[in-house]
């Protein structure tokens, strides 16, 4: 029988560098004090490194230098959305940073929550929560909230064939159908923007 150690780093490696994590994702896998011992065991080891108190990543590997690389901050959001139980949607101009349709640099990634307010320091950067009462629906997948929240950071009149082009290059046709189904509750010129989209994929 795998061991708890065992059984956590399988799901680590799984989830691939990048991921972030805290104990609430391994408790189907043994109880809370097994779950802290085997993450402190894999931080202590180097397969894992701590980000803040109780939350962790496998850090991405720059494949230019060889070295571990910043965390991933929208997989640091998403860990604590899950730990906190909060539902959270990246702001306006953070689905424009994570989608590169921006050029700024930003030194603070916002993500709304129907959670409490807070800001967390992750290296050089800061990740902030406002709360919100998140009127809009928060969509199923993660693909969908950047895309309605950068469409809209952009406006109806700024968008064209370009950048259109730019943002179906992102995902597979796949994935667009994905979105393009779970995105019907967003405004309509973003819905049909979206399927506009889809088609491009498809083409």
Known sequence: MKSIENKTSSRIYANHRGWAFSKIDFLDIGNDV??????????????????????????????LLGTEMGPDIDQVASALARKSGWRIQPSENTALNHLGLSTQVPAQSIYLSDGPSKTYEIGKQQLTFKKRSLKESVFKHKESELVVQALKALGQERIDDALLSQLADKWSPGTWKKILRDTKTAPAWVSDLILQITKRTEA
Not at 44 to 52: A, N, Q
Not at 54 to 60: A, C, I, K, Q
């Open 34 to 63: 097994d779950i802290r011992k085997a993450l402190s065991e894999l931080a202590s080891k180097g397969t894992i490194r701590r980000v803040l108190r109780g939350l962790y990543d496998y850090p991405r590997i720059s494949k």
